[in-house]
Structures are given as C-alpha cells and as structure tokens.
C-alpha cells in the first residue's frame, strides 16, 4: 500500500528541494497515526510535527468536542502547536483517515483554515499541470467529483482539457467511475477525485476517498509552491483571479420529531409539483430533477436524461451563474441547500448568496 501511495507523488524532486517544509499533523486520536507520519518521512519530509496529546488512540476523542476536520475546533491544538514552530501547513485527518482537513500559514502568520471545496481545486489545479510538466498526464485524462462540489473544478478541468464528470454525493459513486474506466482498460485516464465535505483521491488502488494519499499530495502541494516563492493561499487567490471569486455555503434546516421526516417529503414534493422559475430575482434555466433522472431547459423545454442514478436531489441552475441545490440529508431529519455563487469580488459573491438564502429558506419551512 505504501508503496502504491508513494507512485502517486506528481515531483518527487519537488520534495528533495523542499524537505524541510514545516508540517504540524494530528490524527485527532484516529487511525491516521498509524501511516501518515510515516508516508511523510517515505516521501522525503523530515519537519513533521505531530499534536502528542492527540497521536493516542482514544475513541473517546477526549481533546476534541468532536473529531472531525471539517470543525475549526478540531485543529486548535495542531494550529497552537503550528504557531509556536511558525510551521507551513497544518493537517488534521479524521478517525477513521478517509478525510483530510487543513490550515495554511497566512502572510500575517495567522492560520486560514480551507474548505473541501477550495483544497479540491488546488489539488486538481496542481495535478493537471504537474503531470503537463511531467509528461505524465494520460491521453483524454478524467476527473470527477460530486454534484454539490464547486463548480469552479469544472473550469479548471476544462482549461486542462481534462473530462470532469459529476456524480452523486456519496464517494461510492465516484469509486464506480474508475470501475467503469477500469472495465474498458482505462483506469489510468483517472487523475482525481474529490467531493468537499473533505474527501480526496488520486490514483486505482483505493476506491473510497484516502486521507494518507490526500494528505502526502497537500504536503507535495505546499513545497511546490514554497519552491516558487509563493504560498499555497497565493495560488488560490491566482485561482480565483483566473477563473473568478466562487463562493459555496451549505445551509440546513432541521425537521424534528416524528412529523419531520412528513414534512421533509411534503417540502420535497411541493417543489417538484411546482417548480420554482426564479430565485431572488435570478431567472431559473435549467433545472434537474435526479429522483426523476431528468435535466430540463427551463427555456425551450427539452428535457434530457441526467446519466446518473435515481436520487433525492434537485438542482437549480440561474441566469447570471449561480446554483441552488436542494437535497434531504441521507443521515440526519434534515434538508440540505447547497448555493454556489460567483461575483469579481467576494463582497459580490457573499452578497448574492445572502440573496438566495433569503428567498429559498421561507420555502423550508
């Protein structure tokens, strides 16, 4: 395994150049302590720090209200220890090591903590144009991720001449887009997949997103851009500069007691019924029905199959850009919105978004 883990890295000259990049990790008490660490020192990091208190396997989780990278609160011992050393970059993986989570040292020394989403596109950013330089990148190259992940992957995929397919959330379903490519004995054309509640992959070997694979490509990531002279948050800001300023927000809406899970099918089945045309003053132009496997085009009417198994989710798509994607949670009585907007600025994509909450939440209650 580690050695499939190791045939990942894009540059490991990269790392030889870089080895002393600075790296705090925290296995938040779970499995991760077992390999990461160790596949750091494999690839040729030798400035790793890992959280002491947290490298105890407890499935208490005693320094942490809950272990899960996703919550700022979780890497507050990791990003403590990161400001005493002035380290690089700070990783958290979850307990079970599928999810990766991380803090980047700032220009003013403080620690921005990123999202799924944005730590997928720098991952895809990074992969597509390393293998470009490397001459590895394999003819007609696919990346996937899940359909409430950032829209923003699809343009820098496109500008890489990479196919980014979109698939259900669940990484099982991005798992079944390598079979399908390994099924015509093509699983090379697979560079990444990601979906952004935190979940990574790069490379066939494993079918579920891999937090030891994830984290050794962030690291990798970090000296590359550091050999640049840059950071890791200066690539994003180019990023966003290039492509424009996306902003994604998830917003939730509880359905307690034994009349919740009602009133979630009926909110569901209200929308579907009757449609929505216009959100906040943005005309709908497409929408997607996946329960029904259908796309229709809210301008001419045609409808088109979405390629994709039947599931829960709706999903509008507005005039100026932006999306609303509605879906009931598959674990909690809870529904789900997922908004992507985009502006020059992210005063103008912030205020979009506050316009899209405003008008769909009156429709969840």
């Known amino acids: 395994y580690l050695d ?13 150049r870089q080895k002393d990049l600075s790296i705090v990790y925290t296995p938040l008490h779970g499995a991760g302590r077992v390999l990461i660490p160790d596949s750091l020192k494999e690839w040729g990091f030798e400035n790793i720090n890992c ?19 996703e919550n700022a609160e979780a890497l507050s011992m990791a990003i403590a220890l990161a400001k005493k050393i002035d380290a690089d970059i700070v990783m958290a993986s979850d307990p079970d090591a599928d999810r990766v989570g991380i803090a980047v040292r700032a220009a003013d020394s403080s620690y921005k903590l990123l999202t799924g989403n944005e730590v997928g596109v720098l991952l895809l950013d990074y992969i597509c144009a390393g293998r470009i330089e490397q001459g590895t990148m394999p003819a007609a190259p696919v990346a996937v991720k899940s359909i409430v992940s950032t829209c923003l992957a699809d343009e ?6 990479v196919e980014c397919r979109n698939v259900l959330t669940g990484f099982k379903y991005i798992g079944e887009q390598i079979h399908l490519l390994e099924e015509k004995g093509e699983e090379a054309r697979f560079i990444f997949g990601f979906e952004e509640s935190y979940g990574y992959l790069a490379g066939t070997y494993v079918r579920d997103k891999d937090a030891i694979v994830a984290s050794m490509l962030i690291c990798e990531m970090a000296a590359y ?4 002279g840059i950071s890791v948050l200066a690539r994003l800001e180019e990023l ?12 939730s809406f509880a359905f307690e007691g034994l009349s919740g899970m009602d009133a979630m099918k009926a909110i569901m089945a209200k929308l579907r019924t009757e449609g929505l045309h216009e959100v906040a003053g943005r005309k709908v132009v497409k ?9 229709k085009n809210m301008e001419t009417g045609a409808v088109q199959p979405t390629g994709l198994p039947a599931s829960n989710v709706l999903t509008y798509w507005l005039d100026d850009g932006c999306s609303v994607i509605v879906r009931p949670s598959g674990t909690e009585p809870k529904i789900k919105v997922y908004y992507s907007t985009k502006g020059d600025t992210l005063a103008d994509a912030e205020a979009a978004q506050a316009q899209l909450s405003a008008a769909v939440g009156p429709l969840l209650k």
């Open 240 to 251: 966003y500069g290039q492509y424009g300023r996306w902003l994604h927000k998830v917003d």
């Open 225 to 228: 851009y550091r050999s640049r």
């Open 156 to 161: 820098v995929a496109k500008h890489y001449g």
């Open 4 to 16: 499939m883990v190791h045939s990942i890295s894009i540059d490991p000259e990269v790392i030889r």
């Open 287 to 295: 929408a997607a029905d996946y329960q029904a496997r259908e796309v």
């Open 51 to 69: 959280v002491p208190e947290q490298m105890v396997k407890d499935g208490n989780f005693p320094t942490v209200v809950s272990p899960n990278p």
